[in-house]
């Protein structure tokens, strides 16, 4: 256990942000460390429960009170080693993970939860600045039993399969249709929440380890998915579901209406080239305007969740005049309500960085329509106010009113795997919500095809899409060679504590 009294003599402190005068002048990361003796402290609040019920709220089953140990003991090389033991990449989690177990934490009953995913992120960043991530390749007697493994997309869940199956001894091909490996980590996530040179140094790590990266190349397109089985012994599909939802209203045809994955891309893109300007020394590292850009526009956002908020903080850096976020559903209460009880990941109203930097947050709208100018350029849309009764939500009459906007950003959440021709090529059945059916290990309809991610799951969460990619990586090394020490993360059919 770490300090037993711990958590009665040292109250929570939770992590820091840069002031907002500052940060929204740059596109660095917002939070600030603690530094070691601080995150040591709040280690030491960890009570090492008997049934410590943050392993069932984190879907990784990190083993928090471990390493929350060891970080108050001060052998944080060790903590680094047994966070790596469930976890492929804690510094993206770390960072980006709602963190569940903090609302599974069993301190969080009757007081403030141990803060989880900042002991995580500092473990690692501390682990990578001492040199203790390495690369590890397969030792060549499992090189030589190992087959060809084909992953198709690098999101989190394709880099945790590539990287599992690769030091098991597989020789792993990642393709990538976009040019830079990486999914949403590096075209949707911005930087001010994930410097992208977290995100390289573990593509480094993985090429040393032996997975090939082929990026710019569209499966089913570039490569056939006749020529890709031939090439390989199995394929695990991590694609994502990429399919944006709309929002059908009349003037939707609109010039300045665009979906928020054609938005954030343009602005990561900018944000990496000027990036990579300034790290090479050469002239010019100030970040050039993208093709879509919020700047001395009024903006719109249509949807409150985190996709909403990365445009909102997007926006602000770019130099907009105005943002209001728009959110059909009502604004949740501020602390847990009574049907969400301990440990569930409670529905309440937070505040995430890019909201503390500004803009307006509305609750219970909904859009009825886009009005344009005469150049068919989105000038202003029209909403009313909503209440949400017998399944469905009804206008409430005169609450109708008109916001002027010149961008407008649509944040609603996706549907669902792309159908098209790598699917189709497969032949792989869907399940009733658009997402590739899969069986209890991970097995599509196809024999030798897996699907691991948002692919299989639908739209959710980094840790679920790293859990699932380390629990496919066992299955497809079960499949090719009778058996598998990797670890099973969790079943298909998991799901969080709600
Ligand atoms: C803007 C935004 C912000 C988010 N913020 C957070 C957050 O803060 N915290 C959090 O936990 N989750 C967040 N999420 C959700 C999270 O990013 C996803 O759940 C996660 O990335 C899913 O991982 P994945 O590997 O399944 O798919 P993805 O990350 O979507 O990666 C799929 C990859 O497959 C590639 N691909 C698809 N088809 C092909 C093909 N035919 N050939 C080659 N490549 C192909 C795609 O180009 C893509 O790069 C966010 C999502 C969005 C959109
Ligand atoms: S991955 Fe998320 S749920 Fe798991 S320990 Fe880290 S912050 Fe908590």
Not at 85 to 105: D, I, K, V
Not at 399 to 406: A, D, K, W, Y
Not at 467 to 490: F, H, K, N, W
Request: aromatic share 6%; charged share 20%.
């Amino acid at each position: 256990m770490a300090d037993p009294k711990g958590f009665l003599s040292t109250p929570r402190e939770s992590p820091t942000r840069r002031p907002v005068d500052v940060r929204i002048r740059d596109w660095h990361e917002v939070y600030t460390e603690f530094g070691q003796p601080a995150l040591e402290r709040q280690a030491g609040r960890c009570m090492d429960c008997g049934i410590p019920f943050c392993h069932q709220g984190c879907p990784l089953g990190n083993l928090i009170p471990e390493w929350n140990d060891l970080v108050w003991r001060h052998d944080w090389q060790e903590a680094a080693q047994r966070l790596h033991a469930t976890n492929n990449f804690p510094e993206f989690t770390g960072r980006l993970c709602p963190a569940p177990c903090e609302s599974a934490c069993v301190l969080g009953i009757n007081a403030d939860p141990v803060t989880i995913k900042q002991v995580e992120v500092e473990i690692i960043d501390r682990a990578w600045a001492e040199g203790w991530v390495a690369a590890q390749p397969p030792a060549s007697a499992a090189l030589a039993a190992g087959r060809r493994v084909a992953v198709i997309g690098s999101g989190p869940a394709g880099l945790a399969a590539a990287q599992q199956l690769s030091r098991a001894g597989h020789a792993v091909t990642v393709y990538e249709r976009a040019d830079r490996p990486g999914g949403l980590l590096r075209y949707g996530i911005p930087e001010f929440k994930l410097e992208k040179r977290q995100l390289d140094r573990r593509i480094a790590q993985m090429r040393a380890e032996g997975t090939e990266f082929r990026c710019g190349v569209q499966v089913g397109v570039d490569v056939t998915t006749a020529e890709l089985r031939a090439s390989c012994d199995a394929i695990v599909l991590a694609g994502g579901a990429t399919v944006p939802r709309d929002l059908p209203v009349p003037g939707r045809e609109l010039a300045g209406i665009h979906q928020a994955m054609e938005y954030l891309p343009l602005a990561n893109r900018v944000v990496a080239a000027a990036a990579e300007r300034s790290a090479s020394g050469a002239p010019g590292d100030e970040v050039a305007e993208p093709a879509i850009s919020a700047h001395g526009k009024d903006v719109v956002i249509i949807g409150g969740g985190d996709t909403g908020a990365d445009c909102l903080g997007t926006a602000h850096r770019q130099g907009a005049a105005s943002v209001t976020q728009l959110e059909i559903m009502p604004r949740p209460p501020d602390s847990r309500p009574g049907q969400q009880p301990w440990p569930t990941y409670p529905m309440i109203y937070r505040v995430s960085g890019a909201h503390e930097e500004g803009g307006q947050r509305v609750f219970a709208v909904s859009t009825q329509e886009f009005r344009g100018d005469a150049a068919g350029r989105v000038s202003g849309l029209r909403l009313v106010e909503v209440k949400f009764s017998a399944g469905r939500f009804e206008p409430l009459p005169g609450t109708e009113r008109e916001l002027p906007c010149q961008l407008v950003l649509l944040a609603l959440g996706f549907t669902g795997a792309e159908r098209g021709p790598l699917l189709d090529g497969l032949g792989v059945d869907f399940d009733a919500r658009g997402n590739v059916s899969r069986d209890g290990a991970y097995a599509t309809s196809v024999p030798g095809v897996f699907v691991a991610g948002d692919m299989g799951r639908g739209q959710s969460l980094i840790v679920w899409a790293i859990a699932e990619g380390r629990s496919a990586a066992a299955a497809a090394d079960q499949y090719l060679t009778g058996e598998s020490v990797l670890p099973v993360a969790i079943p298909p059919t998991a799901r969080s504590l709600s």
